[in-house]
């Protein structure tokens, strides 16, 4: 019997009592981050890393019951032990390992390991099987590092500004929005929020990450020029009447599919950046190799190619059949409700 | 190249056509006239053929790339276009190239067609290390004859109107037919005077708009020349300096195509050109474009085909007569000469006026419309009395009133990843209808939906997958669509036994179940013959 393995509510730990990440209300619940494709209501009780804290109670209500251990610290439930490691995905994401009688299991959520100020690295972990994400498992997702993408968003804001136009991002509230933040130069413009977005700013304040003061773009008076601002949106707005505020504004997207030129001219925008909360195949390939892991299970994204390539190279590699969906998923979790309530500054 | 890489990412990064236009303009002005030519040339969507085998060009991507062959075929679904792919793939580039669009265009990829293996592959791989992504890109595309960017000619033809300070029709006039992309062509492009010369250069075509609602709000019938609307290849035929062109709507010279029209040229006046539809036509009827489809895919048109699928031209207007460009006389004047030329050479059999409908009202017209399947036609062109014979696609004096597509309920059998901006998205679709209890695939549709139902159908597609057989998906028989399409065919090479003309969705009926599609006896029963 595996350590690990899938049922109809996830990922069941036996000898522990619990799942990771369940797609249904559990007992027991371990949480690897708040994305809603890794985090649903329902379940009796919740466990995750320290910092996720705030993410997972303002995502699964107040009412929800959980719990939190800081990274790395040990916890035995039933007969393993558990611990949290920092995955470097978004505030609070953790890759869950599973000891249990010597034998050592590492699930790793969603990960990155390129720099982000808005979360804890990457930290590799050395385990027997290393149950990972192929979201971008292919070779031909390759990031350029971060500070030349915030350099030409960064730019285009700057032109925009030249022509008096708005400029209006679209990007995931929880993570790509604050990450995307901490790159924007405040000294070209003011920066305003949708409230999705808003009140998840609030969060990652409240657990200690620096990010530029943003402005909520409920609370402006009438006839506001937005001619210099940068507005960080999610991608619901899109198309929205919500937008008509802004005029003829130049649009953009932040994400890892925007290196498919396809996938940019799909949606009818000005720009397509690349940027994503995700590992780009090098990174993929760094961070099993880090692991030491003999086998490798690999879950949601490109998991064919990813499969056959680890073998290739000498490992043993099988794809899990689970219901997480990687970059895009984020997309349907916000009800982009643009209320005031995230506007507390 | 850097310019024409830049050019063709702002191009690619607007929808605006204003901010297209100035990109266009900005590009121009900047680099000399032997790298604006060739600019022209691919931004119109003339082709060099492909120099190099794809397989060729991907295998020695894999090697410069260092990858195993199968994961360039994963790379590829998912990107959906082989010069990107690559562009992609590659090592990350050191450099980017400083040469002109003109040197990588005349030195590097046109000489390709002489050369060995060995010194295309060298040629290309060195290629390939001194660009940075974006001119990769552009050059696989060049190398693979699929250069396409997003603008129209109209736009091209703008922007260069702008910088030579000229009228967008002279220099629409200008870029029609044959011309070699070098810099003496671009010079006289943009030149004040107007030498123009070239014997084979046909008129840019005066297009119709779709006719919305009904004709009554167009006035007086009294004011309309009413012709059907035929349906086969839009075409000038040119008679000058004792030579014949045939020139397609799609700026295809295709006079050897058509000897019956070849030997018709032969008996025009010196300068003469007149505007018609080219039709398979047998008996006094058109035949099934179908006929005229097996009759293009023809190399080589022996006598059995020629007996098989005749063609006649069916005139249209005359547009230029006696060597003067006759564009701006009213329609009835170019009418009244097109008659009586027609009318001399009725005895030739390849030439009929396309002749205008008699009608007392617009119902009575509407009436008339019903005719159009029976007689093989698409609907009424209607034209206003007195109209020139405008440049391109303009909304008043033309429109085309066709009649009302087929349309039926089938139900979603197969889908597919599309190409280009649909990879990774399933957007081919292929259809079903009732047969005997039993739904048999019957056509494919692509297009008709909006982003956001193509979205959703994508997601229902992937839950509802039934079987795979590589890239098709067999999906759970449920959701039905209204497909429109024109014509309907025989066919044995189809399971259901017959084909139809341009499918496309028409909407998605969501409130209908499968149960309630429609069967194959019921389009059978739509065919009029």
């Known amino acids: 019997m595996p350590l690990l393995r899938v049922d109809q509510d996830g990922l069941w730990c036996e000898a522990g009592g619990f799942h990771i990440d369940p797609w249904n209300p559990v007992p027991k619940a371990l949480i690897t981050h708040g994305h809603s494709d890794h985090s649903r209501a329902g379940s009796a009780g919740y466990l995750c890393a320290e910092p996720s804290r705030g993410i997972l109670q303002l995502r699964l209500g107040a009412e929800a019951r959980v719990e939190t251990v800081p990274y790395g610290e040990r916890r035995t439930i039933g007969e393993v032990s558990v611990s949290f490691h920092p995955a470097g995905h978004v505030l609070g994401s953790a890759q869950i390992r599973v000891e249990h009688r010597g034998e050592v299991w590492v699930v790793s959520g969603d990960y990155k390991l390129s720099r982000d100020t808005t979360c804890t690295p990457f930290e590799p972990v050395r385990c027997h099987t290393f149950v990972t994400e192929s979201t971008f498992g292919l070779p031909i997702y390759r990031w350029q590092p971060e500070v030349v993408v915030f350099g030409s968003i960064n730019e285009w804001w700057r032109a925009n500004r030249e022509n008096g136009q708005c400029s209006v991002i679209f990007a995931y509230p929880l993570g790509k929005s604050q990450r995307l933040l901490s790159g924007l130069d405040p000294a070209i413009g003011p920066i305003f929020c949708h409230g999705a977005i808003q009140r998840m700013n609030r969060v990652y304040r409240e657990t200690g990450v620096g990010l530029p003061d943003t402005l909520y773009t409920g609370r402006v008076e009438r006839g506001y020029d937005w001619g210099s601002a940068m507005v960080v949106a999610p991608p619901s707005a899109q198309g929205s009447t919500w937008m008509r505020r802004f005029g003829a504004a130049s649009t953009g997207m932040a994400s890892g599919w925007m290196r498919i030129r396809g996938k940019r001219r799909h949606r009818p925008m000005d720009r397509g950046f690349v940027l994503s909360d995700h590992a780009d195949w090098p990174e993929l390939q760094k961070a099993i190799t880090a692991t030491e892991a003999e086998c490798v299970l690999v879950t949601h994204g490109y998991r064919g190619p990813m499969v056959r390539w680890l073998e290739e190279h000498g490992k043993q590699a099988r794809a899990l059949e689970t219901r997480f969906e990687g970059e895009g998923a984020e997309a349907e979790d916000v009800v982009a409700e643009d209320t005031a309530a995230g506007d507390s500054e | ?529």
């Open chain 2, 1 to 529: 190249m850097k310019a024409f890489a830049d050019l063709y990412a702002a191009l690619d990064e607007t929808t605006k056509t204003n901010a297209k236009v100035e990109a266009l303009v900005g590009y121009f002005r900047a680099v000399p006239p032997e790298d604006a030519v060739w600019a022209i040339h691919f931004l119109i969507g003339r082709r060099i053929k492909r120099l190099i085998e794809t397989r060729k060009l991907a295998e020695w991507a894999i090697a410069e790339a260092g990858i195993p062959d199968w994961i360039f075929g994963d790379c590829y679904n998912a990107v959906g276009d082989l010069g990107e792919t690559i562009a992609l793939l590659l090592p990350a580039p050191v450099a980017s190239s400083e040469k002109p669009l003109r040197y990588w265009v005349e030195e590097r990829l046109l000489p390709l067609r002489q050369w060995s293996d060995e010194q295309q592959h060298q040629s290309l791989v060195f290629a390939w290390r001194e660009m940075d992504e974006r001119q990769r890109f552009v050059w696989n595309k060049l190398i693979t004859g699929e250069f396409r960017v997003g603008v129209s000619q109209n736009l091209v033809v703008r922007a260069l109107a702008e910088v030579a300070g000229l009228s967008a029709e002279v220099i629409a006039h200008r870029l029609m037919g044959d011309w070699n992309p070098e810099a003496g062509f671009y010079s006289q492009l943009i030149a004040g005077d107007t030498g123009d010369t070239d014997v084979s250069r046909p008129y840019p075509f005066f297009l119709a708009y779709p006719l919305e609602g009904e004709p009554a709000q167009l006035g007086e019938p009294a004011e309309w020349i009413v012709e059907w609307k035929w349906d086969g290849i839009r075409s000038q035929l040119i008679r000058r300096q004792w030579q014949t062109f045939v020139w397609s709507r799609g700026e295809e010279l295709v006079t050897e195509r058509f000897p019956e029209l070849q030997a018709l040229g032969g008996l025009l006046p010196e300068g003469t050109v007149i505007d018609g539809e080219i039709l398979p036509w047998k008996e006094g009827l058109p035949l099934p474009f179908a006929q005229m489809q097996r009759r293009i895919g023809r190399k080589v048109l022996g006598p059995k085909i020629l007996a098989d699928v005749p063609v006649v031209l069916l005139a249209y207007d005359l547009i230029e007569w006696g060597g003067a460009d006759i564009r701006e006389w009213p329609l009835e004047r170019r009418r009244g000469q097109l008659a009586e030329l027609v009318g001399s050479l009725a005895s030739t059999g390849r030439i009929l006026l396309s002749a205008p409908v008699a009608f007392g009202s617009w119902e009575e017209l509407a009436r008339l419309r019903t005719e159009s399947r029976d007689r093989r036609v698409e609907g009424f062109m209607l034209k206003r009395v007195g109209s020139p014979y405008r440049v391109g696609r303009k909304r008043g004096d033309w429109w085309k009133w066709k009649i009302e597509p087929y349309a039926i309920d089938c139900v979603l059998l197969y889908a597919q990843a599309g190409h280009g901006r649909r990879a990774s998205l399933m957007t081919d679709y292929t259809f079903g209808v009732w047969d005997n209890g039993e739904l048999v695939p019957f056509a494919k549709a692509y297009s008709g939906l909006t982003n956001e139902e193509i979205a959703r159908v994508d997601g229902w597609v992937r839950r509802n997958t039934v079987e795979k057989f590589g890239p098709v998906r067999r999906v759970k028989p449920e959701l039905v669509f209204e497909l429109a399409f024109e014509g309907i065919q025989k066919s044995p090479r189809h399971r259901s036994g017959i084909a139809v003309r341009f499918p496309r969705i028409a909407r998605w009926r969501e409130d209908k179940k499968a149960e309630e599609a429609d069967t194959i006896e019921t389009i059978r029963a739509l065919s009029p013959n």
